[in-house]
């Protein structure tokens, strides 16, 4: 009965998808085809893409050549919001995502049908390799998020469920995701590493589990390792955004590979440069993410490129709040209570939270909020109780330190071990 149950939401979430009007399955292929090339007769067929769309577009775009990409000008994240939040109106129909980012920069996604199905098909190309796939039961190890009525529902339909494991509660957390029996692991690195120190304190260890996959912070070899003995199974390190989605994902032996067939990847001065030659809903061209990456070629064909991702500067692990009893909670929390806010308040403002003291952060903001620091600290300290059930006190500061802002202007630094309080 359990079987047929589990089979059941598989068929259920495959089915959603096509009701959205996703034919996952396509690109899929594609993917699988474009992988099989060499990289001479890949360029050329990704080419005469860029051609197309230059031409259905009537688009006086330069990129008409991946050879082109390299000559034209860096686009920053405050460019392109600015940019698209005048233009949101005009979208009638397809799909969007919004997220504060862990840079503290709203960005607002618009995607076409085709668009969104070429990023899941790179996902599900990326799942396959480790016996996993779109629609197999996922625990997901994520912030709180929303937890009304649409959320809920999406996570049914998606065959998914949330789990946060912090404080005092994890040890219960771990057992529910334990009983739920799921197929895969999926989580930010910091809580993941947090579920695991929950296992390995109640000497719990999983079974039927294929793999956990760690996304949005650093993990390193040791935490890996530590993860991969708690869970039962390999553990894969994945690198995204929400711009891209999956951007490279590790294969078997350990490699993080480039795997989305239309994305151009740079490792520059400006750090990790990426661009999306498909994409037509909005221009993104040299966007600059925000991370520092190292790229080398590595002689292993089994998945995607033979680039490989080897380092990424700007994703710590390192991303709890702390009360002043001690309790903490996910930095998370804040990049959710920040987009609230600014689509309550109908504005756009950068923005950086840091903690240098126990139960209290400081926040600073580009531009200030319209409706003044006051009405943004009261709702920040308010929603916080209400989702972590916390007091933490808030305090505006204007003129932001040099000394505390990382290489990534991350939108949350904790600076409790370098201080004395």
């Given at each position: 009965?359990?079987?047929?149950?589990?089979?059941?939401?598989?068929?259920?979430?495959?089915?959603?998808?096509k009701v959205m009007g996703l034919n996952i399955d396509r690109y899929r292929?594609?993917?699988?085809?474009?992988?099989?090339?060499?990289?001479?007769?890949?360029?050329?067929?990704?080419?005469?893409?860029?051609?197309?769309?230059?031409?259905?577009?009537?688009?006086?775009?330069?990129?008409?050549?991946?050879?082109?990409?390299?000559?034209?000008?860096?686009?920053?994240?405050?460019?392109?919001?600015?940019?698209?939040?005048?233009?949101?109106?005009?979208?009638?129909?397809?799909?969007?995502?919004?997220?504060?980012?862990?840079?503290?920069?709203?960005?607002?996604?618009?995607?076409?049908?085709?668009?969104?199905?070429?990023?899941?098909?790179?996902?599900?190309?990326?799942?396959?390799?480790?016996?996993?796939?779109?629609?197999?039961?996922?625990?997901?190890?994520?912030?709180?998020?929303?937890?009304?009525?649409?959320?809920?529902?999406?996570?049914?339909?998606?065959?998914?469920?949330?789990?946060?494991?912090?404080?005092?509660?994890?040890?219960?957390?771990?057992?529910?995701?334990?009983?739920?029996?799921?197929?895969?692991?999926?989580?930010?690195?910091?809580?993941?590493?947090?579920?695991?120190?929950?296992?390995?304190?109640?000497?719990?260890?999983?079974?039927?589990?294929?793999?956990?996959?760690?996304?949005?912070?650093?993990?390193?070899?040791?935490?890996?390792?530590?993860?991969?003995?708690?869970?039962?199974?390999?553990?894969?390190?994945?690198?995204?955004?929400?711009?891209?989605?999956v951007i490279a994902f590790d294969c078997r032996m350990g490699h993080r590979?480039?795997?989305?067939?239309?994305?151009?990847?740079?490792?520059?001065?400006?750090?990790?440069?990426?661009?999306?030659?498909?994409?037509?809903?909005?221009?993104?061209?040299?966007?600059?993410?925000?991370?520092?990456?190292?790229?080398?070629?590595?002689?292993?064909?089994?998945?995607?490129?033979?680039?490989?991702?080897?380092?990424?500067?700007?994703r710590s692990a390192n991303q709890f709040v702390f009360s002043k009893n001690?309790?903490?909670?996910?930095?998370?929390?804040?990049?959710?209570?920040?987009?609230?806010?600014?689509?309550?308040?109908?504005?756009?403002?950068?923005?950086?939270?840091?903690?240098?003291?126990?139960?209290?952060?400081?926040?600073?903001?580009?531009?200030?909020?319209?409706?003044?620091?006051?009405?943004?600290?009261?709702?920040?300290?308010?929603?916080?109780?209400?989702?972590?059930?916390?007091?933490?006190?808030?305090?505006?500061?204007?003129?932001?330190?040099?000394?505390?802002?990382?290489?990534?202007?991350?939108?949350?630094?904790?600076?409790?071990?370098?201080?004395?309080?």
């Amino acid at each position: 009965m359990g079987r047929l149950l589990r089979n059941l939401r598989y068929y259920l979430t495959k089915t959603t998808y096509k009701v959205m009007g996703l034919n996952i399955d396509r690109y899929r292929k594609i993917v699988d085809k474009y992988w099989s090339m060499n990289e001479v007769s890949r360029n050329e067929i990704l080419n005469q893409e860029l051609i197309a769309k230059a031409n259905h577009d009537n688009s006086t775009n330069i990129i008409l050549r991946l050879e082109d990409i390299r000559s034209a000008p860096v686009m920053g994240k405050e460019i392109f919001s600015k940019r698209d939040l005048s233009s949101r109106g005009s979208l009638r129909k397809g799909f969007s995502r919004h997220t504060s980012g862990t840079t503290g920069k709203p960005t607002f996604i618009t995607l076409s049908s085709n668009e969104l199905e070429r990023m899941l098909a790179v996902r599900e190309y990326c799942f396959n390799h480790h016996g996993i796939s779109l629609g197999h039961r996922e625990a997901r190890i994520w912030g709180r998020g929303n937890a009304d009525i649409k959320g809920k529902l999406k996570n049914f339909l998606l065959n998914r469920k949330l789990f946060t494991p912090e404080g005092e509660n994890s040890h219960q957390v771990v057992k529910r995701l334990i009983a739920w029996c799921p197929d895969y692991v999926y989580g930010y690195s910091s809580l993941v590493i947090e579920a695991s120190k929950a296992l390995s304190e109640l000497k719990l260890s999983p079974k039927g589990i294929k793999c956990v996959i760690c996304t949005a912070e650093n993990i390193t070899p040791f935490q890996k390792a530590m993860v991969s003995e708690a869970f039962n199974c390999p553990v894969i390190e994945e690198y995204g955004s929400t711009e891209f989605d999956v951007i490279a994902f590790d294969c078997r032996m350990g490699h993080r590979h480039l795997v989305n067939p239309w994305l151009v990847v740079e490792e520059s001065d400006d750090g990790c440069l990426v661009t999306d030659i498909s994409r037509a809903s909005q221009g993104l061209v040299r966007y600059k993410l925000g991370d520092i990456i190292k790229l080398q070629s590595e002689n292993c064909g089994t998945f995607g490129s033979k680039s490989v991702i080897t380092g990424i500067e700007g994703r710590s692990a390192n991303q709890f709040v702390f009360s002043k009893n001690g309790e903490r909670f996910h930095s998370v929390e804040f990049a959710y209570i920040f987009d609230r806010y600014l689509r309550e308040r109908n504005e756009y403002f950068n923005f950086q939270v840091i903690q240098e003291k126990a139960g209290k952060v400081l926040i600073t903001t580009d531009p200030s909020p319209k409706l003044g620091t006051e009405d943004l600290c009261s709702y920040l300290k308010k929603a916080l109780y209400d989702k972590v059930n916390l007091d933490i006190d808030a305090e505006y500061i204007f003129d932001l330190d040099e000394n505390i802002v990382a290489k990534k202007k991350s939108y949350f630094i904790q600076r409790l071990a370098q201080k004395n309080d």
